[in-house]
């Protein structure tokens, strides 16, 4: 499992925004190395971004399959990792089985899933897991086979799955990305209809999503949203939904917090605006567009209701 240029590349502009800082704790879900063979740049440019000059050979020794504890441990940050094989030194968790001990639960600052769980089959325990890890107010990273990715691991993921993690657990989405190339350090942010120009099996992707955790509430299994309104309501009672700090169950989670019509479109975008600190932040709903999504909701509810009054 690999950290690459893409990763970096987010680390270096986190760390330019104010939201990465040294003496934080992280904890990795894998024992990574550094992939940047082809693209030394990368690691360069994140070490530039904390003010750190590579010395002589350094670059090399980083880029080219170093243990990522090296370079987070060089930006002055406390590393821990997971790993059923314990290697780098990593605790010797199954993360199919094992949950979270309570000496590390909430304890870290930023908790990373950089190709991990794709190679899990019990995804619920592994991302239970990552929020588990995480303090509140921390971060959740997840850099994961979006497009191709052939027989690498078990799963591909999709952009919904994060927006319906933020929504049951009441993460604050800070940014989703498109890495088109994992040896390229670009990155695309992520909105509804990108995947039209997108072609897959020309090269493997990887998607990157940026959480920040703003509630002590246990981690909550999120349903697919587009499919919500079409279950009985007893059936969403078993979810939970965490809406102003506050967890809601069942279906009355689903219409209380005003930023799910952004989730449902994925409005993301960057800002325009160099050095602004909105740029991971989601886009402001207009008036509009909350008019538009609450006639929708209605219209779709009209023919349930006629079926039951005339039964």
């Known amino acids: 499992m690999g950290i690459g240029p893409g990763v970096l590349s ?70 821990s990792c997971i790993d059923a094989s314990g ?91 498109i890495n088109i190339d994992p040896k390229l350090n670009h990155l695309i942010p992520w909105e509804r209809g990108l995947e039209k120009h997108l072609r897959a099996g020309e090269s493997d992707s990887l998607l990157l999503v940026l959480f920040r955790r703003t509630s002590e509430k246990d981690f909550s299994m999120p349903f697919q949203s587009v499919y919500a309104s079409l279950v009985p309501e007893p059936v969403l009672q078993r979810y939970h939904y965490v809406v102003d700090g506050e967890a809601v169950s069942g279906r009355r989670g689903l219409f209380l917090s005003i930023e799910e019509t952004l989730l449902r479109y994925y409005e993301l975008k960057s800002s325009s605006v160099s050095g602004e600190r909105d740029r991971f932040f989601l886009r402001k709903v207009s008036g509009w567009s909350l008019v538009t999504e609450i006639a929708r909701r209605a219209l779709n509810r ?6 039951r009054r005339a039964s």
């Open 87 to 177: 290697e780098y030194g990593g605790l010797k968790w199954d993360l199919n089985f094992d949950g979270c001990s309570p000496e590390h639960k909430g304890r870290y600052h930023l908790v990373t899933n950089h190709g991990t769980t794709e190679h899990l089959l019990n995804q619920f325990n592994a991302f239970r897991i990552a929020h588990d890890l995480t303090a509140n107010g921390g971060l959740i990273m997840h850099a994961l086979p979006f497009l191709s990715y052939v027989d690498h691991g078990y799963f591909c993921y999709q952009p919904n799955l994060f927006i319906d993690l933020a929504r049951s657990n009441g993460y604050e989405l800070l940014g989703m990305w």
């Open 302 to 307: 009209l023919p349930k209701f006629f079926r």
């Open 10 to 79: 987010l680390y270096a502009m986190m760390q330019r925004e104010g939201v990465l800082a040294p003496g934080l704790r992280v904890m990795e879900l894998g024992s990574q190395v550094i992939v940047c063979h082809a693209n030394q740049q990368a690691v360069l440019n994140l070490l530039q971004a904390f003010g750190l000059q590579p010395g002589a050979g350094e670059l090399k020794t980083l880029a080219e399959g170093s243990p990522a504890r090296a370079l987070y441990e060089r930006l002055g940050m406390e590393y």
